[in-house]
Structures are given as C-alpha cells and as structure tokens.
C-alpha cells in the first residue's frame, strides 16, 4: 500500500500517517519527491486496510500494490488448475466444448440439443432451469420440473449436467440434480449465493458480471474458494460499453489476463456476448485461439420458437462446423479436445 | 414493434412475416421503402414478444416500440406517486433527507450518526446491518444485532429506518425490523430478491444497478410492482464509466428522465456515487436543483474509524452546510423539506 | 513515480532499477513489503518518465503519483482564474450564462437566436460557422460567410462571439472575427489544433472529449496553455457511457473535480449531453447548483427548421424560465449574474 | 425511418407528420398500434433527414433504418475489396502482417525494426514520424526527418511504408514518402483530416476511435470514400471501457461485424489495444482466427529505451513465434500468408 500526501500537506500529517501504520502492526517508509511525499506501507494488509488512511489529514491518496485475493491467485498456486466435472476435465491441456439449450422448455428439445451438442464435439451440457430474465413477464423456467428433464437427458446423452442456480435457497436442490452449478453474470457480485455455491460441494462456473471488472470477478471467485470449494470456472461472456452492434463486448483479451493472475481454467461463452447467431463462429475460433480452456454455446433445435436467446443459438450446420474449427484449432495453441464420456459412463 | 427486413428480403420472407404476426392474434402494416421494407406489428406486444422474430429468414432487425415495464410507468399512473415511509412522505411536493451511517458498527456510532442525521434535516435513517462487501475478507455487517440497534435507534432518534436487504430469506426478518427496504446496486437484477420484498408490505428503496440503463432500472422495479407492491422509490447512485477521479459517475440526467417514464420517486445518492466527501455537498445541490423528490447521505461520527466507506462520510460540519442548503433549495424547486417526525411519534 | 516489482523480483532487479533512475539523475527508495517491493522515484518526472522503467525485468507495475499537467494545475496557481472575454469575466464570483444557435444558418435566424440569448440573461453569443457533423452528407456550416453573420450579429445583439474552429490552417481567420474560439469534443486530442489555438492571442473554450478523462481533459489544456495561451475556459458536455436515453452523460461531478484540480473556470453544456430540449433546464439548474462559472446553452427561432440539433434548442418560452433560474439560484451558490455588455460597448 | 408517435398524439399530429412528409417528395405509412401509432415515412432518406421530425408536436420517438452510410456498405459493392498498397495486398483471401516501431526515433532503430519486421512475416513497415501524444511534453515524433528515414528504409529493407498523419496541412507532404497514410485514433473524427487523406491519392488505414461506434467509424471512412478514394483498410485497436487490466478493450466481435456491414478490409492491432507485451501474441492469434484481413503490431530492437510505448513492443523472441503463428493458422481460416515484396521491387 503507498499513501499519497498531498501537495500541502505538513510533517506533522506525515507523522500521523506513519504512527497509524505501526499502531496497528505495520511498518512504513518515506519517501520525498520534489512535489509529492509518498509513505510506504507494508505489513498485514488486510488489518491496515481497515485503517481508513484516506480520511487521515493531508493525505491526498491511497494506492493498494497488492492484489485482495488470494486463494485463487497464481501466487496462492503456480500451476493453472484442472477442474474435474463428474470426470470431464477443463484446465490447460485440454478444450472443453459445453453446448445445449438456454433454457430447457420440453424432454424432447432439451434430449435434441443434447445429442446436437454431442455431435458438435460438447463433453458437457448446459441448459437452464431457472431463468434470470429482465422482464418479471418472460418465461423464467420450469425450476424443478427443468432439473428433473436435465437429469433425465443426462443419461440419455451421456453429458454430464451445468446449470444456473439464482437463490441461495435453491443451491441444495440444484446442486442434487447438476454436476455443475453455473453462477449467471446479473448474480456474480450476488454473494450470499456465491457463499451458498461455495459450500455446496459442486464445481461452479462463474460467469463474469457485465460491468465487473477482472479484479472483482475474481474477488467474486474468491468468495466461492473462501468456503473452501476452489473447483471454480471462470467464464468471459462479454462486458457493456457504449457499443450497440452487439449485445456485449466479448472482452477477448480478459482471457490470458485472468490466466496470468490465477490458476483457475477460463472459458468463453460467444453466445451471450455476441447474441447474434452469426457471431458464434467466429468468435468461438477466437476464443480458442487466444487460449481460452473452452467455449460454452447455445443450441437449440427450433431456436425461431425458442422462449428464450434464440436469435443467438446455433443450429445443426452451424455445429459440424464448430466441432471442425474445435478439432483442428486445438492442436495449435497445444491442446486436445476433451472427449465426451462413453454413453454408459454417466450415472449421476 | 417494427420488423425491419433485411436488403435481400423477398416477397416470400415479408408474407412470412405478416402471416406469423397474423396467426398470433395481431396485425402488420408493410411500408416499402427505396432500400428496405419495413413491417409494423400492432397488437398484444407480451405474446408477440415471444415469436422470435428476428430469427425468420429475411428479417434483418426487429424494433421495440412501446416500453416493456407497465405498472411503474406514467402511462399507467399518471400523477407523480408520494411514498408514506412511516407516515415520511417521498414525492413531487417535498425534499426528503434520508441520512445515517453506511454500515451500523455499535449502538453509540449509530445513535450519535442519527443525531446528526436528525440535526441535517433528515427525517429517515439509513444504516446497513447487511453489507455486501467486494471482498469476503472485509467487514459484512452485524446481521440481526444490527437490526436491533437500528430499532433502538429509531426510538431514540424518532427518526424511521431504511435497511438495506441481500438475501431473499432474509426478507422477513428485515422487514420485521425496517420501516422501508433497500435493494442494492448490487442486487437490482436479483429477481428472486425483487420477488420477495414485492411481497414483503413495507416500501422498497431500489437503487439503480451501477451498469443497468434507465430502461432494466425500471423493470427491476415492474419486478417489485408485478408483486402487488407499488410503494417504490428509485435511487439514483452513480453508473459505471472510464472516468475514474470519481467511484462511479452520479448520472444527473436520470432524475428527470426517469420523472417522465415513471410516477414513482427519484432520490439521488451522492455519497455512493462520488465516494468522495468534499464532492457529498455539490452533488446534493446539483440533486436537489435538478428536482430529485430527496437525497440520501452517509454521515459518520468518526469517519477515519468507519468499517465501511469512511471516505465519504459527512461529518459535522458540513452537515450544518447541507441543512441550509436544503432549505435554502427546495423552495426554488418549489418542493417543502419534509420534517422529521416528532420525538414520540415513532414506535414501530 | 512508484516502481512496484513483480512478486519474482530478485535484488538484481531492484537494483538495475535503482541504478537506471540514479543514472537519469533522479533517486530512489526501496521498501520491502511482505509480498511485493516497492521503489518509490523522485526527481525530475518528466525526464525520468522517459526511461521505460516498465520494461525492465522484475517490474510489476509503475504508478505515477504527481499530476502529468503543470500550468493549468492549481499547484501552479492557487487563486481560481478569471477570464475575461471581450470584457465578459468568467471565473470564480459570476455565473457566465452563454447562448445562441447550434449553426449559423441565415443572418435573420442568427439575429433572433442572439435576441432571445439576450433576454435569457446570456452575455455571450454562441453560434457554429464551422460544423463537424458525423456524416458528410449532413450540413456543414456556412464558413466565413458564417463568420460575418456573427460578426454583425455581435454588434447588433451586443454579445462577443463564441464559435468553433475545426482546422488548424483555419485558426487565424476564425481568430479575426471571433471573441472566443471554441475546440469542440471531437478535437479534444487534436493536438495540432491545440497548439494552433494556443497560439492565436484569443482565450479558448475547450470542450471535454466525449471519451475523454479528466486528467486528459487537462493534459488538452496543457497544450493550448504550453503555447503562452492560459485564457481557457473547461467545458464539461458528457461523457459516452452505455445510457442511450440520453445523447451523452453530463458527468456533472466533473465541475468540482476539476476546480479542486485546476485553476481555470468551467462551465456546463446541457443541451449537448442531455440532446433533448425537456432537459436543459433541469441540468441548466443542477449546473448552476453544483457551482459551475457559466452555462452554454442552444437556442434557435424554429427549432423545427433548424439544420442542425433542433431537437435540443431552447424556444422563447423556456428562456423565460431559464432567465429565473439563472437570476434566483446564482445567488444561492455566492455568484452574480454576468450581465451583458451595454449595447454601444460592443465593437470589435 | 420509422416515427413513433407519443402515446398523447392527436390525430392532427399524424396528419402534421404525414403532411410534411410528403411535402419534402416522401411518402408516409400509418399503423395503428393498441398503444402507439407509427408513421413508416420512406423516399430520399438524406433529404428526410433533414425534416427535423423529432420536433413535431406529437411526435415521441424517430429511428432510422437504413445505414447512414453509403459507398462503404456491401449495399454498395456486394464483393469484399482487396486494397493494394504499392503492390502489396490486403482483403478477403490474404493474411497481412503490418510491423515496425511505434515511433522512427532513428535510422539505425528504424532498420534494425524493419529487419525484425520483415523476418517475423511482415509485408509492409509501420512507423510514426508525427505522433499525437497526450503530453505536450512527450516526443512528437522527427516530422520530415522522420518521413525521410522511412523512405530510406523501405528501399533498405523492401518494405512499402504506411505512416501516421496528423494534421490536414501535412497531408500532401506525407503523402509523397509514404505508401499508405495512417488516421490514428484520435483523429477518426477529425473531418478536415480525413477529407484531406480522402483526396491525397493514397490508399488509407483508418484507425477506430477509441470511443468511437462501428456506425460513426463507417461514417468516418465514408468521409474518405466521398471524395473519390477507396482504398480504405479498417483498422480496430480497442475501445475505452471500465477495464482497466488493458489499456483498451480489443472489441474482436467487431471484425466479423464490419465485415458484414462493409466491403473494406479489417485488420487488427493488438499491441494498442493491450498496451502489454504479453497480449501481443495470444491477441494476435485471436485476430487471425477471428478472420481478420490482417493484423499490425509494434516492434522495437530495444524496448526498454523506446520513445514511445515500449511496454507493448514485441522483440526477436516473440517475433519468430508470431511468424509460426501467422503461417499455420492463415490457411485453416482460408487464407494465405501475403510475402513481402521481393527486395529489389520497392523502389517509390
């Protein structure tokens, strides 16, 4: 932590400063520049960052060095994790493709995304049951009824299940039907869910919010880890800015940012960046050449019925060639595709 | 709605169109233009919604036309709606002070920053017991206990409580204790939280998501309408942008924009929104002058000490600045300062 | 300047770090902290700010502490400035109010536009000869004859002229006609034009960048001010943000940061942020009660006829109201009213 | 375009708007919705556009629907288009690598860069001579000199020259050493500018302003396209966002988009989007596999002692890996490496 005085400010604030850090432990060393004097703090720095040092007179600035997280930093671990979802891998030898339906409306359309996205080179299945929608008059899901259709699909197609959970008093039961829990971007910074995630003994996809930062996703992530459950994906699925020709700005370059700060797998989602089916070709290859540890996508076998995203989902030629582009670009940046479980393999 | 058919359309995509809209109960008007042709859709916008019609062949965008939230809107209420908070007005005719701590630390931190809130001018208290904090390894507020303080407080002080709430099962628990709810920023998409305070029967403070539009503010709020609870006031507090000399960038604009969509109040937050205290004071002028129905404000009694946004609190002398200031402005608005209620008027 | 190592530094690194800054003539301080090394640098920042200390090896981060402008800032000069415009003061202890049409259109269109600015309290004209307009099919200013029209607009209304120059090799002649010579936002970073207006001996009103910060925002300043020109006077006219219910965001906080931070005046533009004539007003009065040293607002005859922003101009009815706001708050906020110069006193 | 009438509107403010329509040569379509009418108005969009329609009594809302822009849509040419720059092309069937320093601060560093270039699969030389920096006392770049070392080192190394312009009175003077004039980013607005390159007789890359949308950068280049030039390659380098981790936000999503939108080529800059050496690499392949025309990136034989953005420079290292990553992945997205000339071709 450095303290920034500002320009007027006299010895006697310098010294206020610094008496502070070492009452509470710390130590801190001055510095004069020709214009400015800076203090710097070293020590415990959770304990000194509840000093308040900003209210202190003649202090013009506080500036924190180190990163506030710690479990899923690369310094807390060197090497990039591997997370295990029922036994599909996703970490940094290998792709891992997760495809299905926005949201599960029928068996029969959630079983023929399913073997859609099985073709396409998916190992995973997404598909939700409960539905954050913006308008309280959209179709919000089928909860219950949705997992149970999940679940039965699972057998089916031989896919092992990722699904959004939106209340903390739902986490147990989600958590009794997926084998993975998937954090939507409008909950990232929702943490008495990502404390109910973080005990429920499920791998968790962790999508970034729309307007958070990488520091405060990962912070979010930390949230998760902090009780004690670090099987945590991290997925970039675009952030808002002034541009409308998108739904979001898929945020490309968060990718080998994120992999350099933590050990935690990152995938990309080009299906609600974009929200245009068009997109999701290209952006998927861009995804997985800039080295992302896989992609997540929609399908859907109708999507102009679709209740929900359908202008963005992909339909059945589109997948042959996503599961070309994920076959011979993986072997570029170093990777095998991760292969979907034999069909008998799956039984929750 | 207008469905805006791509250049290459032809004469079989616009029939397609007109007879899908047909079908579904509504009516389409096709207007040929030099380069592109346009189809107006009249009719029961919800269930035509739902077509999906920007993935018919030939469609190049489709065009919402009417706002998506009905409850919370002018066309549904004309007059400007007054909110009763424990018999505190919020509305068109009055300023409404709303101040106190950020976070309750201890009972005597909490009366002493409520004595100073009633000495501003305030005539709500606002405190949190439930904090949602970035990191997990900052403070995250008293629960329950804090609850009790504020209840205490409230007597002592005579001044109503605001509180904010993060977890759905809390919202009995809170309400039980609170005379008005608050939804963070935060929490502005959590739809189940939304669903429940609707159901709570105490007013709701919504407070705008710092990367939500006007538009998705408003439907949080049809969220806690659809519910049955109309007693809604909105709090503008600072949207996320590239500027980063203030934490996030009071959007002035919104009080009177949101004054035309909607009947319910607008109030504005300038603590939250510069994070900075020397900016508390202008931007409360600026919130006053542009016509916000009150202001909300962090004071603290010992700022350099305070658990949460220290920064930014109000301390006394400048609470004497911000009671004249609000006297002083209201009447050019043409708006009372709502007074405090009398010392023995309040018990829950 | 502070040098924070990369947690892998070793000593070689912090001392070729420290031996570089030495060699450059300025010092250096190093202090341990538990996880990161920091060198704090003081000396002459702008020749240390050359040495790339970034890409040496074992560098983290370098943050720098002091301010990048100098003789806009308030450390250069610690009274606020007044600039005088043909006579007309704006600074500290008036309230500048500066109106007129958007373009010069005609010679009658410019002479009623500078008679209802006159009623309105205003004691400059406004009023664009030169337009850049985003796309070349549009209006794009009368040019020179434009500037005739306001120059004898300016002895008929009585009001100096303000008006935009968008070219370098068109500084000089805009220079002999007008009073102020205005850098509109889409020359913000138009370094050549800075300098060209830093040199022509009139003051300048320089427009915020709509993606501007507002340290780049002072930076832009500092070009024109490196010139020998300090007559410059900020205006703030909104930022771009992802909000598309209005035109740009008036980031009204900006009008204290920047006066804590500088020692020029700075005024508002509500008609250009909002883009919408029901907002003027309302963000003409939150200007002025966040303590704005003037407003510059668009007014027009016919707005329905205007050739360029119509939509946003101010009509007869609004300037009435807009007089008594301008007369009632100034007051509140310690400022006089600038009043117009007399009739006779106006000739070039 | 489409007018949407306010829910208040009489029929007299539909006959208004029908009427005025159709005075101006347009025709206008009525649809009645269940709770707004809208006006489909079609004819001359240019001289429509002029009407002010917003302004109408009655009138809530006017869209447009058709692109602004003109002879740079593929309504205009349907085939994409290859620009060749002094023999060397760039368009839908090429990978073309643009390299040099960011800054020509000397021959020596100016070769040694476009040695490096050339080994690393480069086909033309990029390098700045004038360059707009945000300090008035940062390097400007050697001008003239700087033009001449340049046009030296393109016979040396046989690499064509595309170099930055800055201020509309240089054009014709940078236009007889280089072989493609650069619009840098904080000019794409700048209209005298692009007028000026749009009329020099050289082909042009046109960077995107940093806050600039994919429809204002279309409008920009369509600045150039009318007055009579073409040969406009498109360059994305980031948009300003809230991110902070990069220096801008590489916006990927819109090469695919523009490539719909247009028929010019796009090619991407990964050193300035990042600003971070380290991205380089990962963000290129990222561009390539997106499907870009090419990609331009920063080199330097010495970072640590550039002039001007160093941190973002590649160096040999990094270079041979870009080479590999050019060759092997242009044919899996259809398209071949572009050799740089043979070295005695070049010759002004």
């Given at each position: 932590?450095v303290?920034?005085m500002a320009?007027?400010?006299?010895?006697?604030?310098?010294?206020?400063v610094?008496d502070?850090?070492?009452?509470?432990?710390?130590?801190?060393?001055?510095?004069?520049g020709?214009?400015r004097?800076?203090?710097?703090?070293?020590?415990?720095?959770?304990?000194?960052?509840t000093?308040?040092?900003?209210?202190?007179?003649?202090?013009g600035?506080?500036?924190?060095?180190?990163a506030?997280?710690?479990?899923?930093?690369?310094?807390h671990?060197?090497?990039?994790?591997v997370?295990?979802?029922?036994g599909?891998?996703?970490?940094?030898?290998?792709?891992?493709?997760?495809?299905g339906?926005?949201?599960?409306?029928?068996?029969?359309?959630?079983l023929?995304?399913?073997l859609?996205?099985?073709?396409?080179g998916a190992?995973?299945l997404?598909?939700?049951?409960?539905?954050?929608?913006?308008?309280p008059?959209?179709?919000q899901g089928l909860?219950?009824?949705g997992?149970?259709?999940?679940a039965?699909?699972?057998?089916?197609?031989?896919?092992?299940?990722?699904?959004?959970?939106?209340?903390?008093?739902?986490?147990?039961?989600?958590?009794?039907?997926a084998d993975?829990?998937?954090?939507?971007?409008?909950?990232?910074?929702?943490?008495?869910l990502l404390?109910?995630?973080?005990g429920?003994?499920?791998?968790?996809?962790?999508?970034r919010?729309?307007?958070?930062?990488?520091?405060?996703?990962?912070?979010?992530?930390?949230?998760?880890?902090?009780?004690?459950?670090?099987?945590?994906?991290l997925?970039?699925?675009?952030?808002?800015?002034?541009?409308?020709?998108t739904?979001?700005?898929?945020?490309?370059s968060?990718?080998?940012v994120?992999?350099?700060?933590s050990?935690?797998?990152?995938?990309?989602?080009?299906?609600?960046?974009?929200?245009?089916?068009?997109l999701?070709?290209?952006?998927?290859?861009a995804?997985?050449?800039?080295?992302?540890?896989g992609?997540?996508?929609?399908v859907?076998?109708?999507p102009?019925?679709?209740?929900?995203?359908?202008p963005?989902?992909?339909?059945?030629a589109?997948?042959?060639?996503?599961?070309?582009?994920?076959a011979?670009?993986?072997?570029?940046?170093?990777?095998t595709l991760?292969p979907a479980?034999?069909?008998?393999?799956?039984?929750?």
């Amino acid at each position: 932590m450095v303290v920034v005085m500002a320009a007027e400010a006299g010895q006697d604030d310098i010294d206020g400063v610094v008496d502070l850090v070492r009452a509470a432990g710390g130590d801190a060393f001055v510095s004069r520049g020709m214009s400015r004097t800076i203090v710097g703090v070293v020590g415990d720095v959770e304990r000194l960052g509840t000093l308040n040092l900003r209210a202190m007179p003649g202090v013009g600035d506080v500036v924190r060095i180190s990163a506030p997280y710690k479990l899923v930093s690369r310094e807390h671990r060197r090497e990039r994790s591997v997370i295990s979802v029922a036994g599909v891998p996703i970490g940094p030898d290998t792709l891992t493709v997760i495809a299905g339906p926005c949201a599960v409306e029928t068996a029969e359309q959630t079983l023929a995304s399913a073997l859609m996205a099985r073709a396409a080179g998916a190992s995973l299945l997404r598909g939700g049951a409960y539905k954050p929608r913006s308008s309280p008059y959209a179709f919000q899901g089928l909860g219950e009824a949705g997992l149970q259709i999940l679940a039965d699909v699972r057998e089916a197609a031989g896919l092992p299940v990722v699904t959004e959970v939106v209340d903390p008093s739902d986490v147990d039961l989600v958590a009794s039907y997926a084998d993975m829990l998937q954090v939507g971007t409008r909950n990232m910074a929702n943490f008495p869910l990502l404390q109910a995630v973080g005990g429920a003994g499920k791998p968790v996809m962790l999508k970034r919010g729309m307007n958070a930062t990488i520091e405060e996703w990962l912070m979010a992530a930390e949230y998760i880890a902090q009780r004690g459950n670090l099987d945590i994906v991290l997925c970039e699925r675009g952030i808002r800015t002034f541009e409308k020709a998108t739904r979001n700005t898929l945020d490309i370059s968060a990718v080998p940012v994120v992999q350099r700060l933590s050990h935690l797998p990152v995938i990309v989602d080009p299906s609600h960046s974009g929200g245009r089916r068009d997109l999701v070709l290209p952006l998927s290859r861009a995804a997985i050449a800039v080295g992302a540890d896989g992609i997540i996508v929609d399908v859907h076998p109708h999507p102009e019925a679709a209740l929900c995203d359908g202008p963005q989902a992909l339909v059945d030629a589109d997948l042959r060639e996503l599961a070309a582009v994920a076959a011979h670009l993986s072997p570029l940046v170093g990777r095998t595709l991760t292969p979907a479980p034999a069909l008998a393999a799956v039984d929750a």
